[in-house]
């Protein structure tokens, strides 16, 4: 059986960039490289050839909702969640953590704008506690308690190849007491999730229904340097094979920025660095200088279901709803050549979304799957000719 490894090929000259090969059982992933996010165990309309078609290397899915529906159960006794959906490529899955955020306080932006998450009739956190965090299902109202020990079980019952510890992931707009207490927790889960990977009743040590799975500690503290110092020091002493930097980056890019390149420096070059929840095309070029290896996030496909594409421009993405691409017989993106761009006008998707037929969502979803893929293999081709920097003037043409 193929094992797991993680190695660098080539850095930069004039940054921390680097390319480099995560292995693992189910195949290789080049990286830098971008996980699309299939929550559910789907990626949104675009059924698995098409991700195969679009370049698609690994794809993320949820430990919460998949404990809710179908329940880890069903997805174990089909040896795991690459048979269940028909995906042999790498998976990882996150733990659950960020449902305390999303489930307990709403969206990023709505929190960021101060839009707090307080009616009670919608909030589906009920209680973070040492023990653990409790829920309110949205599927049958039952109150589920979520454990790091139940989170590293279900992610066994999943099969997924790298799997995330069990951690709060904290708002915005909490306070440094607050965020300091609750990094602490999450370092007590992280403790309990390793040690429940490495003994488990139902699985071999380590292993899940799929195989041998890796296991990522994960980087909190906020917005607060010397809260990610401490962080960062428990993760690099424990047993982890890779690193998340998650929890809030902060109100502002410019804070966002500041914070992901303090962490990412102090991480070295023994562990795969993974960012939580970050997927703006331009974000994922600064980052990647900074050391970041693998990204995810909903964004690239959940704009295209609004009627939004990546585009190769200054402003980086058009919204073919606009009545300007009525009549407009350009394709979607000059320099793309995913089925989308060769196959159909922008006047024809614009039609598409206005008669809100469902193959608009799914050929939208597609090109900007390929989009983010074309985007990541042309970043580690500029690393390993050092020619960054060029490479993102071109690529983002005026």
């Known amino acids: 059986m193929i094992n797991f490894n993680w190695k660098i090929y080539k850095f930069t ?28 165990g789907a990626l949104k309309t675009l059924p698995t050839n098409d991700k195969v078609n679009t370049y698609t290397q690994i794809i993320l ?18 040896k795991g969640l690459h048979n269940f959906m028909n995906w042999q490529g790498p998976i990882l899955t996150d733990s659950g953590g960020f449902q305390i955020f999303s489930l307990g306080h709403g969206s990023v932006a709505d929190e960021i704008k101060g839009r707090h998450f307080n009616n009670n009739k919608n909030k589906s956190l009920l209680e973070v506690s040492e023990k653990g965090a409790l829920f309110k299902s949205y599927i049958d109202g039952s109150k589920q308690l979520l454990t790091p020990e139940k989170s590293i079980s279900i992610q066994r019952q999943v099969g997924a190849d790298i799997i995330l510890v069990f951690d709060e992931c904290t708002p915005y707009h909490v306070d440094k007491d607050y965020t300091f207490s609750s990094m602490e927790r999450s370092h007590r889960w992280s403790i309990r999730s390793l040690n ?82 970050i997927g703006e095309p331009v974000d994922i070029w600064n980052f990647v200088r900074w050391g970041v290896d693998t990204f995810d996030c909903v964004n690239p496909t959940r704009i295209a279901r609004h009627g939004t594409a990546l585009v190769r421009n200054k402003l980086d993405k058009i919204n073919i709803k606009n009545s300007k691409y009525r009549d407009d017989f350009n394709k979607l993106d000059k320099l793309c050549n995913c089925n989308t761009c060769i196959n159909y006008s922008r006047s024809y998707l614009h039609h598409l979304f206005k008669i809100d037929e469902i193959l608009g969502l799914q050929l939208l979803t597609s090109h900007n799957v390929h989009y983010m893929n074309s985007m990541m293999e042309f970043i580690r081709d500029a690393i390993n000719n050092d020619s960054l920097d060029q490479a993102q003037n071109s690529w983002f043409l005026n």
């Open 13 to 40: 000259s004039s940054s921390r960039a680097r390319t480099g090969f995560l292995t693992t059982p189910h195949g290789k992933v080049n990286t830098p490289a971008f996980i699309f996010c299939a929550t559910k």
């Open 61 to 78: 899915s949820n430990t919460y909702h998949l404990m809710l529906q179908p329940g880890g159960e069903i997805i174990s006794k089909h």
């Open 196 to 277: 429940a990977f490495n003994d488990d009743k139902e699985f071999p040590s380590q292993t899940g229904s799929a195989g041998k799975q890796a296991l990522y500690g994960i980087i909190q503290g906020g917005a607060y340097k010397d809260l990610r110092k401490i962080s960062i020091d428990f993760n690099m002493n424990n047993n982890f094979f890779g690193l998340a930097i998650g929890g809030s980056l902060g109100s502002s890019k410019e804070q966002m920025n500041d914070i992901v390149q303090y962490t990412a420096s102090k991480l070295g070059t023994h562990h795969p660095i993974h960012l939580l929840g």
